[in-house]
């Protein structure tokens, strides 16, 4: 039998869960955070909101300097989930994955992962579901799962 995972992560966390031979919740294998996104957050709720340009004499919000900061952190997130990965796929401790990310994370993973991760992934949802249960989450991404499990 084939071994599926699912990595559900944000630009903060990241969980890998393993569906289970039988059951109906998501078993987890593997969590990892960057500590810094929190306090990215933290500085970007309670810094100032953005420079300010004038052009015509009318002031306009422009997009923040954190806000550049925030995504290449994002990006190097992405780089740490993806690299893990891989390692994990070389050490074939799973065959097959799902992978549920915020969007913009997902798009930065998509970037970075490579062809043997990208191989295995069989299915990616764009959703930032990092704080769904593993039961809630295995009923979303395996529907069907539910019924063989009562079986």
Do not use: C
């Amino acid at each position: 039998m084939k071994t599926t995972w699912v990595l559900v992560a944000d630009e903060a966390i990241a969980r890998i869960l393993e569906k289970p031979r039988k059951g109906s919740e998501l078993k987890p294998v593997e969590e990892f955070t960057d500590p810094d996104a929190h306090a990215r957050e933290r500085e970007l709720r309670n810094g100032p909101h953005g420079r300010r340009a004038s052009g015509n004499g009318n002031p306009q919000a422009t997009v923040s300097a954190s806000d550049s900061e925030r995504h290449q952190h994002a990006r190097v997130f992405a780089a740490r989930i993806a690299q893990r990965l891989l390692d994990l796929r070389r050490e074939k401790r799973y065959d097959e994955i799902h992978i549920v990310a915020a969007p913009r994370l997902l798009g930065y993973l998509r970037e970075e992962f490579h062809q043997e991760v990208s191989s295995a992934i069989v299915d990616s949802l764009d959703k930032d579901l990092i704080h769904e249960s593993n039961a809630d989450l295995m009923r979303r991404l395996f529907p069907t799962s539910r019924a063989t499990a009562t079986s």
